[in-house]
């Protein structure tokens, strides 16, 4: 039970670092071959089979001229509730 925890934990840090990294290279634009948009990818490969069927429910919310996407919020939410159940 114990390496389960530990495994959500990772994960759920692995999320909040794909929020992260996803906003500092969308708005910092940074180039295609720079190493953090390299990072951003590889997270982005564990973290968006997960988010997809969220974001089928769920659609981008439109402000103005950009989507905000709630998904990450929703997965982190259940992510915390899983926690506290399993551990």
């Not at 039970?1 to 759920?12: P, Q, T, V």
């Not at 940074?30 to 973290?47: C, E, F, N, S």
């Not at 981008?60 to 996407?69: E, H, K, N």
Request: one cysteine or more.
């Amino acid at each position: 039970m114990d390496l389960i925890c530990r495994l959500l934990l990772i994960y759920n840090f692995i999320v909040i670092l794909r929020i992260i990294l996803g906003m500092i290279a969308e708005f910092g634009r940074v180039p295609w071959g720079h190493p953090l948009r390299r990072i951003t990818d590889l997270l982005a490969k564990a973290v968006d089979p997960v988010l997809a069927p969220i974001r089928a429910v769920m659609p981008p919310v439109r402000t103005g001229g950009f989507a905000l996407d709630l998904s990450p919020i929703v997965l982190l939410i259940g992510l915390g509730i899983l926690l506290q159940i399993i551990c």
